[in-house]
């Protein structure tokens, strides 16, 4: 392969954008529940082989292009895939697996199987398609995507006010943040004459391209299209505030608990694991590609501090409190669904809070070790996270009532998914042998390199703060009397789900801590924070834009 | 001319912003979202406009089917970019299906509820929460 053109990238969102869509016709045709459950399972086995690929051949030639429909890219859409968003794409497809395992059972108690197969497919093609773009515009699009079908996921059960309450409060300012992303968007268009990921880059950067620069101009200076300090500055500002809404970062953050609770347990499921690392990896694209250290633009100074790293330290400061917010009020949880959310905000907080790790006053190794602990974590955290929603949802549905006491004495009845639940509580706390522990240790290792000594203990304290909500579960579980006798109802399907899910976070932890993994994360990581990396990145783009525009070099 | 407008689309934006936080009907909320969605989509246009004087009656578009380079020149000169329209249409699209969902929720909402403030039934879920948590 001479040149990196991967088809599989592009068939990835539109897998699941045309079965979300084509979903209706099942309904006409063949209206059964085991008809959905197993045509999404198909649809997810599928993707997931095929960002495996996709991940494969990222390791092999560390950028990965798809042109869609064949046009040169500062004109067309592409797909550009490095280490960062490889990874995040496997997560996102993976957990996709999970769940449609997860939907064998849970369409069986659900009323109507169709509207749900539906929207969580095209709430999968919004997060890949957000995932693995490479253009601005489009990543804009699949956002509308993908919040839209959070919305219509959230208010699933129009039956109860509450959920109708929580999907409203989530669209209103959801649907205002986008359009501010749409706005910032066209400035960047404004000042820099592309939407190109990649072309954005070679001009904050001040690198030649032969090819991009032909079709959307050069730089005089910082005088592209427009001025594109001033047209960086605005636009990091007008999109970071749809990133951080996706992400539910602190002021932001008032909608995530209701809506996470209200949504069905896999829509939930789906949104932990990845719909919120979806503002974080809108985030990391931006302050690690087009906004790097290496970017003269970013850098002019505001009060001292160059302004990319007030960026990152503000953002790391919102997150800090997050995670405070997240374990404080967590503790005080009755319902289980919202104890989770609330559990994720924590968690999203902390990744966050590491992003200081990733300013320009940090030297190199650490930042890479700051990456590599930002994506284990992800990784971790989407497993976990979403095993337990799976699994705690599948008994408030069984007890028939989301708080905690409902469910006391479950431990005993269902010994396999309590023990599955056991664990992912665990790895979640960060527990030794558990992936959890490595991610949440990677994380502290590179506050601690960057000289961030407060941060590093409050990721020890939030952790600590964060056991006595985990630990109220886990004591409803198994050391209460049930309070009624409890009837075994077959969840098999669920057992099987979670314990693979359990035995996967304790491999991931075990193969993190003989290197296997930690090498290949790290080396990713370098890839993409290094300069050459970021030139690798560009010259891809314009090398792809070359062949098919077919000038000779 | 141009200074006005553009200063009146963000004083637009502005307002419509305080109307989509601060007023508690969500009717109202709902008004003040399509104002926003507007007039960002207006300023996105400006964004690709080309102020042109010397001959108002011409469009900007190709007159003839065999142009010289001097048509393409003035052509060049006067064209608007279209690049802006076209995500802006896409922009609408995107905004009809939003608006859509978020008018049928409140039409449910206010079936549940009977009351489109969203002061009251914030106080109501306040009570739910508090109750739940007790």
């Not at chain 1, 505030?241 to 789906?270: C, K, R």
């Amino acid at each position: 392969m001479e040149v990196p053109i991967l088809h599989e990238v592009g068939l990835i969102p539109i897998i699941y954008a045309f079965g979300g869509v084509l979903t209706p016709l099942i309904r006409l045709f063949a209206d059964k529940r085991k008809v959905y459950s197993i045509y999404s399972l198909v649809i997810a086995l599928v993707t997931t082989w095929l960002s495996f690929r996709v991940f494969e051949y990222v390791i092999k030639y560390k950028v990965i292009v798809y042109p869609f429909g064949g046009w040169p890219p500062p004109l067309g859409i592409v797909y550009t895939v490095d280490f960062l968003n490889a990874v995040y794409g496997l997560i996102a497809t993976v957990l996709f697996l999970i769940v449609s395992v997860y939907n064998l059972w849970y369409f069986n108690v659900v009323a109507d199987p169709s509207w749900l197969t539906a929207l969580l497919l095209l709430n999968m093609a919004g997060v890949t398609g957000c995932i693995y773009t490479g253009d601005i515009f489009n990543f804009f699009v699949m956002l509308e995507v993908l919040a839209i079908s959070s919305y219509a996921l959230v208010a699933y059960f129009k039956k109860r006010r509450w959920a109708l309450e929580a999907s409203l409060s989530y669209a209103f300012i959801g649907a205002l943040a986008t359009s501010f992303f749409f706005f910032g968007a066209v400035f960047l268009y404004a000042g820099y004459g592309t939407l190109n990921i990649a072309d954005i880059a070679a001009k904050t950067h001040g690198v030649d391209t032969s090819t991009l620069s032909l079709l959307s101009g050069r730089c005089i200076d910082t005088q592209c299209f427009g001025n594109i300090v001033s047209a960086s500055a605005t636009a990091i500002a007008l999109m970071l505030w749809a990133l951080t809404f996706e992400a539910g970062i602190f002021p932001n953050n008032y909608w995530l608990p209701s809506a996470y609770t209200e949504a069905p347990s896999p829509a939930s499921a789906v949104f932990a694991g990845i719909v919120d690392k979806v503002g974080t990896y809108g985030v990391l694209r931006m302050f690690i590609t087009m906004f790097s250290p290496y970017a003269s633009i970013a850098m002019f100074s505001i009060l001292g501090i160059p302004f990319r790293d007030l960026v990152l330290y503000i953002l790391s400061i919102l997150g800090f409190v997050t995670a405070f917010l997240g374990a404080i009020i967590m503790a005080v949880q009755n319902d289980v669904k919202r104890l989770l959310s609330y559990s994720t905000m924590m968690h999203i907080g902390i990744i966050f809070m590491s992003m200081a790790c990733l300013t320009s006053a940090t030297n190199l190794d650490v930042r890479v070790i700051a990456l590599t602990g930002i994506l284990f974590h992800s990784l971790t955290h989407a497993l976990g996270e979403s095993m337990l929603f799976l699994g705690l949802g599948a008994l408030a549905t069984i007890a028939n009532s989301r708080r905690i006491d409902s469910i006391r004495g479950y431990g005993r009845v269902y010994p396999v998914l309590s023990t599955s639940i056991t664990i992912g509580i665990l790895s979640l706390i960060g527990v030794a042998p558990l992936g959890g522990f490595f991610s949440k240790y990677t994380l502290f290792l590179a506050m601690i390199g960057t000289g961030m000594w407060v941060y590093a203990i409050s990721l020890i304290v939030v952790s600590g703060i964060s056991i006595i909500g985990y630990i109220k579960v886990l004591y409803t579980l198994y050391m209460l009397k049930p309070m009624k006798e409890v009837k075994k109802i077959n969840l098999a399907i669920v057992d099987i789900i979670c314990a693979l899910v359990a035995i996967t976070l304790i491999v991931v932890g075990i193969a993190y801590a003989q290197g296997y993994l930690f090498d290949m994360f790290k080396m990713g990581s370098k890839d993409v924070v290094l300069i050459e990396g970021i030139q690798k990145y560009i010259n891809t783009v314009d090398q792809v834009s070359k062949l098919i525009i077919g000038i000779k070099p | 001319m141009f200074l006005i407008t553009i200063a009146s689309l963000y004083l637009n934006i502005a307002i419509s912003i305080y109307g989509v936080i601060a007023k508690p009907n969500l009717v109202k909320k709902f008004i003040a979202l399509t104002i926003a969605q507007d007039s960002i989509n207006t300023v996105a246009i400006l964004m690709g406009y080309r102020v042109w004087r010397e001959a108002i009656l011409q469009p900007p578009i190709l007159l003839s089917w065999s142009p010289s380079p001097k048509d393409l020149q003035d052509f060049m000169n006067r064209a608007v970019d279209p690049l802006p329209q076209a995500l802006v249409l896409t922009a609408i699209v995107i905004g009809l299906a939003v608006n859509i969902f978020l008018v049928s929720t409140i039409l449910h909402l206010y079936r549940h509820f009977k009351t489109v403030d969203m002061d009251e039934i914030s106080k109501l879920k306040r009570g739910a929460i508090v109750e739940e948590t007790a």
